[in-house]
């Protein structure tokens, strides 16, 4: 019905002019009425007939212009699929294979010499998985996958990949170097003596400067700061901080005890916050031992990096820090309405001893405190420790499980956290998240778990024990009227025996000093003993895992416990000690499944071999002899295998050092 054209509105109306002349003309000349209305019925039928052709005819033109503008589409979008620097390919969902690919494809796999295939497919499907960017040649791509259509599309973003690294880059870098000691390395020597050290430091880091093209300011003789972008601090990283290592073997061979604690931080923008990341990494080092970087993006997301921290604590503790710091926590418990005081899980002598000495800190302040216990959690030792102290108390002894010190909770109280700094580690998490209040005292290294709200911190990894860090502070208390009773120092003293495994380790003049000023309250070595004594049973549960051991490395001792059987923290700890014991042994570690179903990793070592950033690798910590980790999920030999691997990259490392 296409054979009416497509009448304009105009011709229409001509028509319809030329219609309506006609049909009065016709009226006025007809001979008859009847006539008349027969021709003009024929007429009008004519017309209508007109009229619906126009209809028909107006609904099919419009149906071609629709198909017309979807053919020029799909030809459009064909070419430009053909033309643009988009790849498409789509695959077979079961095989794999390329059923169809665009031009784009085909030149990018011709750059290789090859048809792209099944496993180019694999392969890309693969990578996506792991990175944002895709490498294929010398490009990179963003890849996009249909999973319903089974298309995959590949963006190239070579260009903005590069740009963006080249961003990353001059991102800016605030670095803050202290020397570790220097006072003590200059206080008592000559003028001369102390311009060769102060020169031996300013050539060396000026050489560290020439070498990586940093910017290098002075503040002081043990204070340096430097400036410079990312691309020059990754070479930095790139090297390991090879700078500490270098430090410390060239002041070595001058005969000066010096090492490096750096603090690094990077970012955009805000300087002001960048410089303050870079002063809270530096003292980040410092508190962890010295001898280390710890490098920190500026962003609230970030964790620190850790370099270094391969000698033993270098960073002596100093009196005046001591008495400061006891002056600080005095006028802190003064304004507080009481004192808590809480170990780390399993809470053991030493925390025990710690948190004693600082009751009794705190009643010297005039103040009531209480040392909080977890009955689930007791160890035997601090399970008799605590008996002796009930035995002998005046009714009440202030050794409070940890419902009822919740239920004491007042909204003034102080919360004082004792041999541990990780909220993750305290003996209790609720009980924890009741403070508003908070102090810490800890010999660990601190890494960044760490209380945000604390009032005072004092921690020192070079002190043998959080008990000689308490009964230091303690000494330093005005307050002489309220002396500390026997079995309060003797349990004191058992906590730094403990930890100094009868003063044959980590101990210093400062320890003796400590142990001296207990003796002096009472300190009873016969209740010491009953106290710390071995149960017969445990000795033997202890042996089981000493005999089931082997050397793995030159010097290296792993004992492993019975399969199926279950051990507490200190036997697998005791099991490590005993090892270590042993003549040629430089690093013994215990591996057994917890009683709580986790496995239990207890490392010790000697002669600067660091375990502290092992166990940091397996997800613990602890110290730099003395380390540990709780291994959720993965069976004994699964540990055992992560320990060996980490131990020989470490391995691997000190052989090319
Ligand atoms: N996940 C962790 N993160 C950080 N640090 C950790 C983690 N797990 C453990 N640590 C620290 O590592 C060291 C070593 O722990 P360990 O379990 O091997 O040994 C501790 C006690 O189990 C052990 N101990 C307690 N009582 C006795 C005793 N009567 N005889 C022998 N050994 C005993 O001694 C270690 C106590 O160390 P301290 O708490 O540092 O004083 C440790 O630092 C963990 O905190
Ligand atoms: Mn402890």
């Not at 960017?133 to 590949?154: P, S, W």
């Not at 917890?594 to 997800?619: D, K, W």
Request: glycine residues 4%; proline residues 2%.
């Amino acid at each position: 019905m296409n054979f009416v054209k497509r009448f304009t509105p105009m011709t229409i109306v001509f028509i319809m002019i030329f219609v309506q002349v006609f049909e009065s003309l016709f009226v006025i000349f007809s001979s008859s009425r009847y006539v008349a209305i027969g021709y003009l019925f024929l007429l009008n039928l004519l017309i209508t007939f007109i009229l619906l052709s126009q209809v028909k005819n107006y609904q099919l033109r419009r149906h071609d212009f629709i198909s017309k503008i979807n053919d020029e589409a799909e030809n459009s979008l064909n070419a430009t699929l053909d033309n643009m620097p988009i790849g498409v390919i789509r695959f077979n969902e079961e095989t794999r294979e390329p059923e169809w690919f665009n031009p784009f494809i085909d030149m990018i796999y011709k750059g290789l010499d090859k048809v792209i295939n099944k496993d180019d497919i694999d392969l890309i499907l693969q990578k996506k998985k792991e990175d944002q960017y895709v490498t294929i040649g010398n490009q990179k791509y963003v890849v996009n996958v249909d999973e319903e259509k089974h298309l995959i599309y590949l963006i190239d973003a070579t260009k903005e990949v590069a740009f963006r690294s080249d961003f990353n880059d001059s991102r800016a870098v605030i670095g803050a170097i202290s020397v570790d000691n220097y006072d003590d390395a200059t206080d008592l020597i000559s003028d001369s003596g102390r311009t060769v050290i102060n020169s031996f430091i300013a050539s060396f880091l000026e050489e560290f400067s020439d070498k990586y093209a940093f910017y290098l300011r002075r503040i002081s003789s043990s204070r340096y700061f430097f400036f410079c972008d990312y691309r020059v601090l990754d070479g930095m990283i790139k090297d390991k901080f090879t700078v500490l290592k270098d430090f410390r073997t060239s002041s070595a061979e001058n005969e000066i005890p010096l090492t490096l604690s750096i603090g690094v931080a990077y970012g955009w923008e805000d300087f002001p916050n960048i410089g303050k990341v870079a002063m809270n990494n530096l003292e980040l080092a410092q508190v962890r031992g010295g001898d280390q970087v710890v490098l920190r993006e500026n962003s609230t997301q970030a964790r620190p990096i850790y370099f270094g921290g391969n000698s033993e604590s270098r960073t002596q503790k100093s009196r005046t820090r001591a008495r400061a710091i006891s002056t600080a926590l005095q006028t802190i418990i003064t304004e507080s309405e009481d004192v808590f005081i809480v170990g780390h899980r399993f809470t053991d002598m030493d925390a025990l001893g710690a948190a004693i000495a600082m009751k009794a800190f705190a009643n010297m302040s005039g103040k009531e405190a209480f040392v909080v216990y977890d009955e689930n959690q007791l160890l035997p030792d601090v399970q008799r420790a605590i008996e002796k102290m009930n035995d002998s108390a005046d009714g009440f002894t202030h050794i409070v499980k940890v419902e009822t010190a919740a239920r004491l909770k007042k909204p003034n109280s102080l919360l004082i956290m004792v041999d541990h700094s990780k909220p993750s580690q305290t003996l209790d998490f609720d009980f924890y998240n009741l403070f508003e209040k908070l102090v810490v005292i800890d010999h660990h290294r601190r890494d960044d778990d760490f209380p945000e709200q604390a009032l005072l911190s004092y921690i020192e990894s070079s002190a043998s024990s959080a008990s000689e860090l308490t009964v230091e502070i303690l000494q330093f208390h005005g307050n002489n009227n309220r002396r500390m009773s026997s079995i309060e120092a003797s349990i004191a003293l058992a906590g730094i025996e403990m930890d100094t495994k009868n003063f044959t380790k980590a101990t210093t003049a400062r320890t003796f000093e400590a142990a001296a000023y207990l003796r002096s309250r009472g300190a009873d070595n016969d209740l010491i003993k009953v106290i710390m004594a071995t149960d017969f049973e445990k000795y033997k549960t202890v042996n089981e895992i000493v005999i089931n051991s082997k050397v793995i490395f030159p010097g290296i001792v792993l004992g492993m416990g019975i399969e199926g059987q279950k051990y507490d923290n200190i036997t697998t700890a005791k099991a490590a000690d005993t090892m270590l014991d042993m003549a040629g042994v430089t690093a013994s570690f215990a591996i057994t499944t917890h009683t709580n179903g986790f496995i239990s990793v207890s490392a010790r070592s000697r002669n600067g071999f660091n375990v502290q950033t092992l166990m940091e690798q397996m997800g613990g910590g602890g110290h730099f002899n003395n380390a540990a980790t709780q291994i959720y999920e993965k069976s004994m030999e699964e540990v055992r295998t992560d320990l060996i691997r980490v131990l020989e990259e470490r391995l691997e490392i000190e052989h090319k050092a």
